[in-house]
C-alpha cells in the first residue's frame, strides 16, 4: 500500500506527521475516486454536508489508486466530534510519481514512449505536501474547490529529498497549492462517501501480529486494521455469511449508525437545531474469523 511507502518518508524526512500516521484508521478504496464517487449530491446529502459532516475516526488514512491522504480534524474539546464540512480540518498527501493511470487520454505513440520514460525515471519518487482546508462550498448539487492553503512538501524517495517547495519560485508553487486543493477536495468527496448511512464500515484485523520492541514504531499496513466501506450486500459477499432471508415489507431498514442535526426550517421547533445520534440497525452475524483475519461490522460509528 501506499501508506507503507508514506511511512518510510515520513520516519526520515517528515517528523511532524508521525504521530499521525501512527494513530490513523486506514480507509481502502480499490479503485480511481471518479469511478466510485457520486458526480453530483442531494439536497438531502447537501443539509448533511453542512450540518452534520464528520469524520469516522479523529484522524484517518484514506488510499485509492491514486494517492493516500491522511486527514484529521483541528484539535477540539475531550468528547466533541467536529462536524459540518465548513470547519479546518488538516491533510497531508503522499503521490507517487512513477504510477500511470489506465484511463488518461489517448496519445500519440511518440508521446506515450515520453510519458513512459518519465514515469519510469520518476518511479519509487513521491510527493509529500501538507496543509489545511477550512470551506468546502456546494453549488447546484456539485462540490466546488475547497479553501486553504499548502503549508509544505517534498519530492522525495526512500533515500533522499530531491526537491522542497520552500526553493520553488512563486509561480511553481501556486501551481502545487491549487493541485493541492483539488486533491483535498477528492479526498473530502471520498469521505462524504464515507458518511452514507447506507454504507457499512468494514473492519479487517489480522488475527496475530508479532510484538514489537519498539512501541513507538508506526505499524505498516498488514499489522494494523484496514477499512473499506461495503453495502450490506457486499459485506456478507466479504465475509463469507450467507444472506439473510426475506422478512416482507416489515422486515429492518439496514442502516449505518450516523449524526443527524435538524436545522431546516421544515422541521418542527421541537427538534430543530438539535443533534441526534441514529442508531445503527443490522440483521444477523456482523462478526466472522477466516484465512488468519478477523472481520467485523462497524456498527458503532
Known amino acids: 500500500m501506499i501508506f507503507d511507502d508514506f511511512v518510510a518518508i515520513a520516519n526520515k524526512f517528515c517528523p511532524d506527521l508521525k504521530q499521525y500516521l501512527r494513530k ?3 480507509f481502502h478504496f480499490p479503485a480511481y475516486a471518479r469511478e466510485f464517487v457520486p458526480t453530483e449530491i442531494s439536497d438531502e446529502e447537501v443539509m448533511f454536508l453542512r450540518d452534520s459532516f464528520f469524520l469516522p475516526f479523529p484522524c484517518i488514512s484514506v488510499e485509492d489508486k491514486t494517492s493516500c491522504v491522511l486527514i484529521w480534524d483541528e484539535k477540539h474539546k ?5 462536524t459540518g464540512i465548513n470547519r479546518k480540518r488538516f491533510f497531508a498527501e503522499c503521490l507517487p510519481s512513477g504510477i500511470a493511470d489506465p484511463l488518461a487520454f489517448m496519445e500519440g505513440e511518440e508521446d ?3 510519458r513512459a520514460q518519465k ?3 520518476l518511479r519509487g519518487t513521491f510527493l509529500i505536501t501538507w496543509g489545511f482546508v477550512d470551506q468546502f462550498h456546494v453549488v447546484d448539487n456539485k462540490g466546488e474547490l475547497v479553501a486553504g492553503r499548502l503549508q509544505g512538501g517534498i519530492l522525495a524517495t526512500k533515500d533522499e529529498i530531491l526537491a522542497d517547495t520552500k526553493t520553488l519560485d512563486p509561480l511553481t508553487k501556486k501551481g502545487m497549492n491549487d493541485g493541492f486543493l483539488r486533491n ?3 479526498a473530502l468527496e471520498e469521505v462524504t462517501f464515507m ?3 447506507s454504507r457499512f464500515v ?3 484485523r489480522p488475527l496475530h501480529v508479532t510484538p514489537h520492541k519498539n512501541p513507538k514504531r508506526i505499524l505498516k499496513s498488514r499489522e494494523r486494521p484496514v477499512y473499506t466501506l461495503l453495502t450490506p450486500k457486499e459485506i456478507r459477499t466479504e465475509m463469507r455469511l450467507a444472506l439473510p432471508s426475506s422478512g416482507g ?3 429492518p431498514h439496514e442502516r449505518r449508525r450516523h449524526i443527524r442535526k435538524y436545522q431546516d426550517a421544515r422541521f418542527s421547533e421541537k427538534v430543530r437545531n438539535k443533534t441526534y445520534i441514529i442508531p445503527a440497525t443490522w440483521v444477523g452475524p456482523s462478526v466472522n474469523e477466516f484465512e488468519g483475519h478477523r472481520y467485523k461490522v462497524m456498527l458503532d460509528i
Not at 475531550?78 to 467536529?82: A, D, Q, S, Y
Open 202 to 204: 468494514l473492519e479487517k
Open 249 to 251: 415489507p416489515r422486515s
Open 24 to 26: 490513523a484508521r486506514l
Open 195 to 197: 458518511n452514507s448511512p
Open 78 to 82: 475531550k468528547g466533541e466530534t467536529p
Open 119 to 121: 514515469q519510469e525515471s
Open 184 to 186: 483535498a477536495k477528492t
Open 112 to 114: 506515450l514512449i515520453k
